[in-house]
């Protein structure tokens, strides 16, 4: 079995996505902006095609259009029950994005806090797995403790963590990986320590998705959400529960509420078309790992686990080589780990920030040349004044299986160009 991301299949999985095809000034444009959304696969869009063509009813109906649309939905439940390594498809969600999804999950859960207790959220998350709860503390008059980060590599302070759980906590929320950083925060061992004192653990792992697979048992978590838009599917977001809770917890919707699952938590009439989309993101993932077992039966988890031990070999020798390259250029500060005895401890997502530029010019300059780079805080609002970077931020490169070495070069040219003219 080849387990590598070789150039050629590289070239193969680029194919599959249109939107790589688009030129800039005669050349090939850079999608560096991954982190905010990648570009979606062929299959995707026809996955989406097709179920507007064939089948585009409400749920529920006793009719045939109704009845396939629900077949088509509860597939992509299996989907992403797959993808995360959940025990029963009933434990998925879907909602708009995963902001959405866990405003309304917070106002479930915190009802089930009281005065005197607290939670823990980190400086290092996005905003979404931060204020969510933070707003919903306030609300039930519940104390709210912010775990420190560790500045010179923005990596999450996990014994100032630890120090912030007792026998009062009832929620630790925490990511995966930095949307801003590309720091992997070790999720297992936090679950576990909180664990000890029965705190629920609440898991963003958007950021992680594209990148690293996801094993809710092995995390030991209680929840855990991602969005299908940030590995090549459509605008939709997920969560992951455990079923024991999802089925005791009142849940806010309209009536009637049905208490089955998974409709008991859908709020409002669902975007069946990108659940679709959904399920063709996944099964991209996994047609990959079919590929490179070169057996075409292999189960969706399985070849899962196989693509993206693969993404992630690739990957990393993609992040050593950009942030080789960066450190190549004076003046170019990167916020995150650097040394390539860790690497595996980080995704590639690349922060950047130069003296002479502010991140909204160097990303217009990029931006000029070809390559879609986002500036600013990206909702890691914490982070970027703990590190006094508001309001400007940093700019962002961030990296999918997708991209190149060939891009990584051009990339690290154009700083040279653009900072040397500055």
């Known amino acids: ?28 444009a850079i999608f560096l902006d991954g982190p905010a959304g990648t570009q979606v696969t062929q299959s995707v869009i026809d996955a989406i095609s097709h179920y507007y063509c064939t089948c585009n009813a409400n749920h529920g109906g006793q009719f045939a259009t109704s009845r396939e649309s629900d077949e088509l939905v509860q597939q992509a439940h299996q989907a992403l029950a797959d993808l995360v390594g959940a025990d029963d498809w009933q434990e998925i969600i879907f909602g708009a994005n995963m902001t959405t999804l866990t405003f309304a999950f917070s106002r479930a859960l915190s009802k089930t806090w009281s005065a005197g207790d607290n939670i823990v959220v980190t ?16 609300d039930q008059n519940v104390e709210i403790r912010y ?9 999450l302070d ?48 958007v950021h992680y998705a594209p990148h ?25 977001g997920v969560l992951w529960a455990k079923k024991e809770i999802l089925e005791t917890l009142e849940a806010y919707k309209v009536r009637p509420s049905s208490p ?22 996944v099964d991209y993932i996994a047609d990959l790992g079919r590929t490179l077992a070169n057996d075409g039966s292999l189960q969706r988890r399985s070849a899962l686990q196989v693509a993206y031990q693969a993404i992630a070999d690739y990957e990393d020798e993609l992040c050593q080589k950009l942030l080789e390259g960066l450190a190549s250029i004076d003046g170019l500060k990167v916020y995150g780990i650097t040394e390539a005895s860790r690497i595996q401890q980080r995704v590639p997502t690349i922060s950047v920030t130069h003296s002479k530029l502010t991140a909204k010019e160097l990303a217009h300059e990029l931006g000029q040349r070809g390559i879609y780079a986002w500036d600013g805080n990206y909702y890691a609002l914490e982070l970027t004044e703990q590190l006094g970077l508001e309001p400007e931020g940093m700019v962002r490169l961030g990296l999918v299986h997708y991209n190149t070495a060939d891009e990584v070069e051009r990339v690290i040219a154009a700083l040279k160009e653009i900072l040397e003219k500055s």
Not at 1 to 28: N, V, Y
Not at 171 to 188: D, E, F, H, Q, R
Not at 213 to 229: M, N, R
């Open 1 to 28: 079995m080849d387990s590598q991301l070789t150039p050629e299949l590289i070239q193969q999985c680029r194919a599959q996505f249109p939107a790589l095809a688009r030129e800039h000034e005669g050349q090939p």
């Open 260 to 281: 089955a699952l998974p409709d008991k938590w859908m709020t409002g009439t669902q975007n069946f078309a990108s659940l679709c989309g959904a399920r063709a993101a």
């Open 147 to 155: 775990a420190a980060i560790q500045q010179d590599d923005c990596t």
């Open 158 to 205: 996990v014994n100032d963590l630890k120090s912030k759980i007792d026998d009062r906590t009832r929620l630790v929320a925490v990511g995966l990986a930095s949307n801003s950083s590309g720091s992997i925060n070790p999720v297992k061992e936090i679950t576990s320590y909180a664990k000890q004192f029965d705190a629920q653990v609440f898991i963003d792992a």
């Open 123 to 138: 400086r290092l998350d996005h905003d979404a797995n931060v204020s969510t709860w933070a707003l919903a503390a306030r």
């Open 212 to 236: 690293r697979l996801i094993d809710v048992q092995e995390i030991g978590c209680d929840f855990l959400a991602c969005s299908t838009y940030k590995f090549f599917g459509p605008h939709i």
